[in-house]
């Protein structure tokens, strides 16, 4: 019987890949080392003092298995599996034909002989993809609780004065029957400039007149490292503004507060009994999590500002400002105030405004707002039910 001893790639459950050991025989029969296949699928399995057994446990530690190469046999729990022809040794590991794994540990596996790999797929949740989805899990809390990686060595980002990033362009025609073609134009254009990063593109369609306002260029700078200005932009800029905005606006902005989101936490008191070694994970809506709201709260005693301007690209060329000043007083409470000037308005260009952001305790956020002479509103969120979130927006006359 001719025998191929080769070192295949094994693809499981489209998150992992290992090589493992395989014999392959004239008629295309895979035997594979069941001890190094269960070393990288994290399936316990412990070679004795008997030669010839391995022993553990597959699934839960309920579910004992022995292969027993002597006998020609795998016990799992009360079932018995026999393959006379099923068993072979090499160089001393234990090597299983591939029908006999999937019959007696449920683990399916297509053999593709072009391509000399295995496809392996199972129905119960692997441990190693177990622990590879626990190790995601956790990162992700890491990243909502913002903790993050003490590293040997911080590779500090390069900055340019000038370096010509990517160009992307189109053209497109329609033609109806008895109607006029339709040609449409796009081009953009990114680059690094002036230590920050500068976008432009624009727009034309022929059955328009060209319109200026559909060229858009934007130039922004960000570095959270510094402390008095951490973000700066130039061109068509983007506000949230209290005024509603008929045109794009042209100008300028700056500001102290970081690109980073801010968040505030709540809590539960959850009093349950563990056995030894038990692995404690908590979930919500079946993913494991952090509670974690995302909000406007300031760490105390700290301080942001954003200033904005420019000129609205409507008829009357109209000039708008706003600056706004926030202030943590407590982990727990944020006040802000700042005042927008619109020149179009011809009573009471300016809006002065405050808001407030609180939480009480663990389970109830407010954030307040009132813009003078315009509007006063109010955000509710709550979580006083277990499995209950709910949030109440409310204007305040």
């Known amino acids: 019987m001719f025998l191929l001893m080769k070192c295949l790639l094994v693809y499981c459950n489209r998150y992992l890949r290992f090589e493992t050991d395989v014999v392959i025989t004239e008629s295309n029969k895979v035997y594979i080392n069941i001890e190094g296949l269960f070393r990288n699928l994290g399936i316990k399995c412990i070679s004795g003092n008997e030669s010839g057994v391995l022993t553990g446990f597959i699934e839960n530690e309920s579910k004992t298995y022995r292969i027993d190469f002597n006998s020609n046999q795998i ?3 009360e079932k018995i599996i026999r393959a006379a022809n099923g068993f072979m040794k090499e160089s001393g590991a234990i090597y299983i034909e591939s029908t006999v794994i999937t019959e007696a540990f449920g683990l399916q596996i297509i053999f593709n002989y072009r391509s000399l790999s295995i496809k392996l797929e199972s129905d119960f949740e692997l441990p190693v993809i177990k622990q590879m989805r626990l190790e995601q899990m956790r990162q992700n809390v890491s990243k909502l609780q913002d903790k993050r990686i003490v590293a040997d ?5 390069d900055y340019h004065f000038l370096k010509f990033g990517t160009m992307d362009w189109s053209i497109s025609s329609f033609q109806t029957t008895g109607e006029k073609t339709n040609n449409r134009f796009y081009f953009g254009l990114g680059t690094e400039l002036l230590y920050g990063q500068f976008n432009v593109s624009a727009e034309y369609n022929d059955q328009y007149k060209f319109d200026k306002r559909r060229i858009d260029y934007n130039w922004r700078w960000v570095d959270n490292g510094k402390n008095a200005i951490k973000q700066a932009q ?7 503004s209290i005024s509603f905005l008929e ?6 902005a700056v500001s102290n507060a970081p690109t980073t989101l801010r968040k505030a936490s709540g809590f539960y008191n959850i009093n349950e009994y563990t056995e030894p070694n038990w692995t404690v994970e908590l979930y919500l809506n079946d993913i494991l999590v952090d509670f974690t709201r995302q909000m406007l709260f300031l760490p105390a005693k700290s301080l942001e500002y954003s200033v904005s301007g420019g000129v ?8 708008f400002g706003k600056g706004v000043v926030n202030y943590g007083i407590s982990n727990f409470l944020t006040l802000g105030a700042g005042v927008e000037y619109l020149s179009s308005i011809e009573v009471n260009p300016y809006i002065p405004y405050a808001n407030l952001a609180f939480q009480p305790f663990g389970k109830l956020i407010l954030n307040l707002e009132y813009a003078h002479n315009v509007r006063s509103k109010g955000l509710m969120k709550s979580l006083f039910w277990e499995k209950r979130f709910w949030k109440l927006i409310m204007p305040i006359l």
């Not at 130039?234 to 949230?240: A, D, E, S, V």
């Not at 609205?312 to 000039?319: A, F, G, P, V």
């Open 75 to 77: 016990t799992i729990g």
């Open 153 to 157: 060595t911080i590779i500090q980002r």
């Open 234 to 240: 130039l061109g068509k800029i983007y506000n949230q």
């Open 247 to 252: 045109a794009p606006l042209v100008g300028a």
């Open 312 to 319: 609205l690209q409507d008829y009357k060329n109209s000039r």
